[in-house]
């Protein structure tokens, strides 16, 4: 049986996508990407997807299906970006999308 789906992960469809179009979309979310995905929970990879998609369904249903394939890329493009030039670049967490929406951005460099 899978959990239910974070108030939060709710609350953000219908900011990003509408009341109209949230419901639809929860299902699509739900019935495409399973519980039990490598690499995190299903709460972090809605998560990172819908971050990802910015209200917009052609990008959701793309990092959708990046998340099928590998999890660890919607993670990566959604939690981190690269600083400094060159050979100097480092990886920073930007997002820990464990945390709910609103909890999971780095404001301080203390994630």
């Known amino acids: ?56 369904l052609e990008k959701l249903n793309h990092y959708i299906e990046i998340c099928l394939r590998d999890t660890r890329d919607v993670m990566y493009a959604a939690e981190y970006r690269q600083t400094g030039p060159g050979f100097g670049t480092k990886l920073e967490r930007i997002h820990d999308f464990n945390l709910p929406f609103g909890e999971s951005t780095n404001h301080d460099g203390s994630l």
């Open 1 to 56: 049986m899978t959990s239910p789906v974070p108030t939060d992960i709710i609350q953000r469809i219908t900011q990003d996508f509408g009341d109209e179009s949230a419901s639809v979309i929860l299902a699509n979310l739900i019935s495409r990407i399973p519980d039990g995905l490598p690499n995190g929970t299903r709460p972090r990879h809605l998560r990172c997807v819908i971050h990802l998609a910015e209200g917009d």
